[in-house]
């Protein structure tokens, strides 16, 4: 059997490049859920992809529990086979969709990583006055008196900051555009940064506009920022498992455990739905319950 051999899964391809705009990262993963599924039903004796039905969905589904495949795994790719059998009954190819009615497994919802107040003061005092250091300070507090992710920081460009407001304009996913204010702290992190370490990374070159540089005055790109921050948080000595986004997550856990109502948070985070920001709750609720524990005389 040849790659893709069903002319339905081309025209699946198309419609994910045309219609919905995926990126090519997205569809590289619908291009290997429905490879993996064709070399499946073939291995069944089905011809084509026409011909499956429900019965046979199910099995598929029991074969991707049997490859033990985490549930996130499992779901996205049972979510791939109902997207494709929905375009083919659009399409008219098919009468039914056979995995219509399989129920996707459950995710386990893992609770976000935070830091400690304590643990951020390690991390804004072990920078240097070198124009990187300074850089790095100003990412810093601007990651976590925003919430921002990454991405969106290495998106932003000079005309974005309002020093007079203290707000950011920032490019969320989907293009939507938000404002997000910060405080006083990321405020003088921000203005050292462009009228000392900013200059000295430019270094007479041309000014393009990006906010924050690399080390040859280039725009720093997300990756760039994924990478220094580990470095960061290694040299505050700081231990665990630590990411860059824990920051955005640090953001919301304390804005909630400071007694900021959900919607704010939600609207400042930049989520289209609340379940997305009702997460940071569990969080907070087990941060009290240890307050408690903590500090009651009879706890």
């Known amino acids: 059997m040849s790659k893709f051999s069903d002319e339905s899964v081309y025209s699946f391809v198309e419609y994910l490049q045309i219609e919905k ?64 059998y929905k375009f083919l009954v659009r399409e008219k190819l098919v009468e039914e969709n056979p995995f219509a009615y399989i129920i996707q ?41 925003t919430g921002i992710r990454v991405s969106e920081c290495a998106g932003i460009q000079l005309k974005d900051i309002d020093f007079d407001l203290s707000t950011v304009l920032v490019r969320g996913k989907g293009s939507k555009e938000r404002y997000v204010p910060f405080g006083s702290f990321a405020h003088n992190a921000l203005e050292r940064y462009l009228y000392d370490g900013r200059v000295k990374l430019l270094n007479g070159q041309t000014d393009h506009q990006t906010l924050f540089l ?21 040299s505050a000595s700081l231990t665990g498992k630590i990411y860059p986004h824990m920051l955005r997550h640090t953001f919301a856990t304390h804005m909630l455990n400071n007694g900021a109502d959900m919607r704010t948070v939600q609207e400042l985070l ?16 087990d941060h009290l319950r240890k307050t408690y524990m903590n500090h009651h005389p009879r706890a």
Do not use: C, W
Not at 105 to 130: A, C, G, H, I
């Open 105 to 145: 497994p459950k995710r386990s919802r893992r609770l976000p990583s935070f830091f400690y107040e304590e643990e951020l003061e390690q991390l804004f005092k072990v920078q240097d006055n070198t124009p990187l250091g300074i850089r790095n300070l100003a990412i810093v507090e601007l990651l976590y008196a």
């Open 270 to 285: 930049g989520h289209s739905q609340l379940s997305s920001t009702q997460v940071y709750t569990h969080v907070t609720k």
């Open 214 to 234: 690399n080390s040859r005055g280039g725009a720093l790109s997300p990756r760039g920022i994924r990478y220094i921050l580990p470095k960061m948080i290694e």
């Open 21 to 84: 705009n995926y990126s090519p990262y997205t569809i590289e993963f619908y291009r290997k859920d429905l490879e993996q599924f064709l070399l499946f039903i073939h291995s069944q004796g089905i011809t084509s992809i026409m011909d499956v039905e429900y019965l046979d969905a199910r099995l598929y589904v029991t074969e991707l529990y049997n490859q033990k495949l985490s549930r996130a795994s499992a779901a996205r790719k049972i979510s791939s086979l109902r997207s494709f």
